[in-house]
């Protein structure tokens, strides 16, 4: 009952680019979209976060906790995204990138305190200062979650976030960002081509396109 | 991979560093010997502060100075703020891309040009009064307003920030390039930022860097200006600049120390600005940090989105309009106040100019090809090994995982060498022209080099290739390196690869430089004149000279053809690859 | 009988003269063959710029001299390259063969020893030069010496808008009456620009009280006394100028298109006929007169000077000659060419050049010879730079 997919289609030049799309994802949960490259798992993604491109045409609908977002700006949908670039701020450190997501009205103190906690929980306490440039593939990632999850949205969505990542790293950072989302207790669509990135037990869903 | 040629580009560079440094060098001590007493010829031998005294002493030479710094810093302030808000608000919309295609044209407007018309313009005779006079305002004869050459530089001022906002504008669509501006700004409004704000708060303090040695040429330019300065800035007295050029134009040779001081404080006021700018850069890093993370998403530029889009739109209005001033004077016969159109006509002065103006456009134009030729080969010379050195530096940084520590301090000494050839490069753009020019001028004579087309080329070639360089970095260093890599892979000639892959996929920002290398080529006045040893008259001098003058009609022809030749440039820098590539669609981008 | 001997001897002398002076020039014009002559000048009017064109087409066909004008904005620019030269030890092929020169920048050239030596005499037409006018021997006040030739007059005028102005002031104190009744619509050039200044000593030769020391070297205690009149008026004038006199044109030429403008009523220029030429080339609407103080106003010259590193002084020379003679003197005179007054001599002439002369048409503004008066003499060149200097430490604020 929160993050709800009503039979969303996307038209290109009149013609549908997948079959009609129905999910229901509940808080906690991950559902991932599968589909090879050029399918419009992307796509799919940005008509969710409100970022469509003018060429493309949505029908169906959006609802976050039985609320339509169908006229809502991107930014007030309060749904994060997660792509496979980490698109840390390269002119601030990593205290700046995570304060950056922090709601307003926050005192200075507080926000040290929620910072140097989601660090460590990241297991990368002591980074605030750090040039975001300096630091790993891994810890890129894990930052761009962090920064995500700050600004406290009400769902995640995650486009390829693990797949420029190397093997071994891999797996360590689909199980931290997994479990930070059953932490927040939020929904989550998770959009790969990779079979390995789907979370044990979560819904799959093929993206097709019946032919003819 | 690195083939044969490779890396011998580091020739480009040092070559043009080693020019860039002695040219600017000889002319400085040129002017620097001059103001502490040291000009032989005229019997001054006894080094001295005295010429510093009288400087100071000249009557109104302390307002001279706040007029300059007022008006240049202001219009300075003025471009800076407007471009960032410009950029802030209208990336990527119906405006933008319009700018993206009004650019060059006016750009390739001289600014003297540009300043008569602008001057026709505004002032109380002028159009704005007689488009409502007399039906509105009862005017018969013109309001004794003072609009122009005010004794604040406001009308100067406002004609800078007209004329250099485009230029700034144009230097960033090359910066934004290099930015990840869409991704960015998913991330910022998934965050709940409005686009504005990401903009105020994330793309352009990254933007900024890449403007910041713009930045301090338009305001060296605008403390330094001279024409626009004549034309519309104050007389009672002028700004530094203009006192300084008269001076060095005195009868009275005694001026000549004069005017080497006033050159030199011209100098020293732009040196202060830039170290004061940089200053303001510290202090805004300081307080921007709080600010942009103190997670306030809305911002209240959103509500003057229409007020700034409507200051770009009125920049390129007037920009237009006083192009459409020059046309309507040089087809005039009688024009008198309050007549909105002249109220007789005339091809007279066409037929005249057309005739009298062929030698020195063909001069003009052969000089301009040759700098912009050779500007070309020696920016396309250096941006090879920069992008060279530049790749190599990152396959280093992959080879070695562990030492990150070791090659942030490498990378950094990297961007260091880089930012060093930049600042070489705008040397020319940073210094005063009268400052060094003069200099450079004794230098010449004295060795017998003055008055040869090639100096006078030589001379064009310094201000020439920094404008190139501006024009061409970003675009031919951000160019996909897999794609010659694949080529090297199959052709393994480093020159072959440049010449049939490299060069041809980047043909249109390659012309585009070289038209903008050819426009600033055209519109040397000051190195023309001292270089030339006044051999040499292109179209600029002969707007000058002929501005110097009183008939606006044969003036407003002049400058009308001194406009077209750099257009013919960019229309040819547009269509030139369309021709070449019609049925290539990834070339038409 | 000794007398008759002695004309008759001196005669012979004189043949002998003019006959070794005669083959002097041929001698010229043979080495000023091929030569080219780099003249320099202002180049901010079309119709100079095609004079000097015309002249160098002729003197190319004539004696094979091919004449380049270098268009300046200002000669003292000219001055200083030279000077510079001079500072490189360039003593020859220097870039400047001859220059279009007086005043200032003469005595410039004249005192710092950059000009060639003393020529004009030499040339054929100098013969027909008036030189009863003061002027052609004093350039402002400083000995011409020979070291440059004449080549036009020039007399401070006044233009009015007769659609404007009923009647034209005739002193300064009319002037001074016509700011008051119209503020706003009358102005002069800053200084130290040409006209400015020359209106400054108009100014101060009218109000002095004993114009007799204006002829001599200015000290600094008559200066304050003598020149205090002429504070007192431009002190009274200025808040009622264009701009309330914050605002000054730069130069003559921009006085001329406030006029054209409607933004004065009252300009000056230094070229009687230029108001008569600006009409009929359409720069002015033909409401505009000329007309000058009781009194008179103040005349000069102008020349043209061979630098001391001209590599081509023959041509220079032939090219300065041809510049005197009847035909270019008489063109440059006529207002719909130029109308620049002619230094030489009328009565002088005969025959074909003195018809030429007759042919000149008279400007539709332009005041005749009688009207002009002989002209008020410069004052000395010194107090040029003391009104010059105190003016800026008056008004430039």
């Known amino acids: 009952m929160s993050l709800e997919l009503e039979n969303i289609s996307i038209l290109k030049q009149r013609s549908s680019i997948f079959d009609p799309v129905n999910l229901v994802i509940k808080p906690g949960e991950i559902t991932t979209i599968m589909g090879p490259s050029g399918c419009g798992k992307s796509t799919l993604l940005s008509a969710v976060s409100g970022s469509l491109d003018k060429v493309f045409t949505l029908k169906g609908s959006v609802f976050l906790y039985g609320r339509d977002m169908a006229n809502l700006p991107m930014e007030k949908r309060n749904i994060g995204i997660l792509f496979q670039d980490d698109l840390l701020f390269p002119h601030m450190d990593i205290r700046g990138n995570l304060a950056f997501a922090i709601k307003e009205k926050t005192s200075r103190a507080q926000k040290n305190k929620i910072i140097d906690t989601a660090l460590k929980t990241a297991g990368l306490k002591g980074f605030e200062k750090r040039d975001p440039s300096s630091l790993s593939g891994g810890q890129k990632a894990r930052i761009s979650l962090l920064r995500s999850l700050l600004a406290k949205p009400t769902a995640l969505l995650l486009d390829e976030p693990f797949s420029k990542l190397d093997q071994t790293l891999k797996a360590k950072i689909r199980a931290f960002v997994f479990s930070q989302i059953k932490k927040m207790n939020i929904p989550a669509l998770l959009v790969t081509h990779d079979p390995m990135d789907c979370p044990e037990g979560g819904v799959i869903l093929n993206l097709n396109k019946e032919k003819g | ?589 | 009988m000794r007398q008759f001997f002695l004309i008759f001897l001196s005669l012979l002398f004189l043949g002998f003269l003019s006959q070794a002076h005669a083959v002097d020039w041929e001698e010229i014009e043979k080495k000023a063959k091929g030569q080219t002559v780099y003249f320099n000048a202002w180049g901010g009017s079309q119709p100079i710029n095609e004079y000097i064109q015309w002249a160098g087409r002729l003197v190319q066909k004539k004696y094979g001299v091919r004449v380049i004008h270098v268009k300046a904005t200002d000669i003292g620019d000219v001055v200083s390259r030279i000077l510079v030269e001079k500072a490189a030890k360039k003593l020859q092929n220097g870039s400047v063969d001859l220059m279009w020169i007086n005043g200032e920048n003469f005595k410039a050239m004249k005192e710092n020893t950059l000009l060639f030596g003393p020529f004009s005499q030499n040339l054929p037409h100098f013969q027909k030069v008036d030189n009863q006018k003061k002027t052609l021997k004093y350039d402002f006040t400083v000995p011409v010496d020979n070291l440059e030739s004449p080549w036009g007059m020039a007399q401070l005028v006044f233009s009015y808008d007769t659609s404007q102005v009923l009647k034209h002031p005739e002193t300064m104190s009319d002037l001074l009456a016509f700011a008051k009744k119209h503020p706003g619509k009358f102005t002069y050039p800053a200084i130290p620009s040409f006209h400015g200044t020359t209106f400054i000593k108009q100014a101060l030769s009218e109000l002095i009280h004993d114009p007799k020391i204006l002829s001599q070297k200015v000290s600094a205690p008559d200066f304050e006394k003598h020149t205090q009149p002429l504070w007192d008026f431009l002190d009274a004038l200025h808040p009622l100028l264009w701009r309330k006199g914050k605002v000054f044109p730069t130069s003559g030429s921009q006085m001329l298109s406030l006029l054209n403008d409607n933004e004065i009523f009252i300009s000056l220029s230094f070229n009687p006929n230029s108001v008569s030429n600006a009409i009929e080339n359409g720069e002015l609407p033909n409401t505009i007169r000329t007309y000058i103080h009781k009194g008179g106003t103040i005349g000069n010259a102008h020349f043209v000077a061979i630098p001391f590193n001209s590599s081509a002084k023959p041509g220079a020379m032939v090219f300065a000659n041809f510049l005197l003679s009847p035909l270019a003197q008489a063109r440059k005179a006529n207002p719909k060419i130029w109308g620049d007054p002619s230094v030489l001599d009328i009565k002088k002439l005969s025959g074909p050049d003195k018809k030429l002369f007759d042919d000149v048409p008279k400007g539709i503004a332009t005041l005749s010879a009688d009207e002009l008066g002989p002209g008020l003499p410069e004052p000395h060149v010194s107090w040029v730079q003391a009104l010059e200097k105190e003016w800026l430490k008056k008004y430039n604020k």
């Open chain 2, 1 to 589: 991979m690195r083939l044969f040629g490779q890396e011998k580009t580091y020739i480009f560079p040092v070559f043009v560093m080693g020019l860039f440094s002695v040219t600017i060098l000889a002319g400085f001590i040129g002017t620097l010997l001059p103001s502490f007493n040291y000009l032989p010829v005229i019997g001054h031998t006894n080094l001295s502060l005295s010429v510093w005294f009288d400087f100071f002493s000249y009557p109104g030479i302390q307002t001279s100075i706040l007029v300059t710094i007022f008006s240049g810093m202001t219009a300075s302030f003025c471009v800076v703020t407007l471009a960032f808000l410009f950029i802030s608000v209208s990336y990527e919309n119906a405006l933008w891309k319009f700018f993206e295609k009004i650019l060059s044209p006016v750009l390739s407007i001289p600014h003297a040009a540009f300043a008569v018309g602008f001057g026709f313009l505004i002032a109380p005779s002028g159009w704005m009064v007689r488009l409502v006079s007399p039906v509105l305002t009862g005017f018969h004869t013109p309001p004794d307003w003072i609009l122009l050459n005010d004794p604040l530089g406001i009308s100067l001022t406002i004609a800078l920030v007209i004329k250099e906002f485009p230029f700034l504008i144009m230097v960033a669509m090359g910066a934004l390039g290099q930015l990840d501006i869409k991704k960015t700004l998913l991330v910022g409004r998934a965050l709940g930022y409005k686009k504005e704000q990401i903009w105020l708060k994330v793309l352009i303090p990254r933007l900024y860097p890449h403007l910041r040695l713009s930045i301090f040429a338009i305001i060296a330019y605008s403390l330094s200006v001279v024409d626009m300065a004549i034309l519309l800035g104050p007389n009672t007295p002028s700004s530094l600049s203009v006192l300084v050029l008269k001076w060095f134009n005195d009868p009275d040779v005694n001026f000549k120390l004069l005017a080497s001081a006033g050159s030199l404080c011209l100098f020293f006021i732009v040196l202060v600005s830039i170290f004061i700018v940089y200053l303001i850069e510290r202090i805004a890093h300081f307080f921007l940090g709080p600010w942009i993370t103190n997670g306030k998403r809305s911002s209240f530029l959103a509500l003057f989105k229409p007020f700034i889009a409507f200051m770009g739109i009125c920049i390129i209005l007037f920009t237009i309009i006083s192009s459409v001033i020059l046309v309507i004077w040089s087809l005039a016969w009688q024009w008198r106040f309050p007549d909105f159109l002249p109220t007789t006509w005339s091809l007279n002065f066409w037929a005249k100019g057309m005739v009298s103006s062929f030698d020195p456009v063909m001069t003009t134009v052969v000089t301009g090809v040759a700098s912009a030729f050779i500007g070309l080969f020696l920016t396309i010379g250096c941006l090879e090994h920069e992008g060279n050195y530049r790749k190599n530096q990152t396959n280093q940084n992959q080879n070695s995982q562990d030492l990150i520590g070791l090659n942030q301090i490498r990378k950094k000494r990297t961007n260091n060498f880089i930012k060093n050839i930049h600042y070489f490069l705008y040397l020319p753009l940073l210094v005063p022209q009268i400052t060094f020019m003069a200099g450079i001028q004794l230098l010449l004579v004295i060795m017998k080099m003055d008055g040869y087309w090639i100096t006078l080329m030589g001379s064009h070639l310094l201000f020439v290739l920094p404008y190139m360089f501006i024009a061409l970095s970003a675009t031919y260093l951000s160019f996909d390196e897999r794609v010659t890599d694949q080529a090297m892979l199959l052709r393994r000639s480093y020159a072959r690869v440049m010449l049939s892959v490299k060069w041809p996929m980047l043909l249109k920002p390659i012309l585009f430089s070289f038209a903008i290398g050819f426009s600033v080529s055209v519109a040397q006045y000051i190195p023309t004149m001292l270089v030339g040893a006044g051999r040499f008259s292109t179209i600029t001098t002969e707007v000058v000279n002929i501005a110097s003058g009183s008939d606006r009609r044969i003036m407003a022809v002049y400058a009308l053809i001194q406009q077209c030749l750099p257009l013919i440039m960019f229309a040819a820098a547009i269509i030139i690859p369309k021709i070449l590539y019609y049925n290539r669609k990834g070339m038409q981008v």
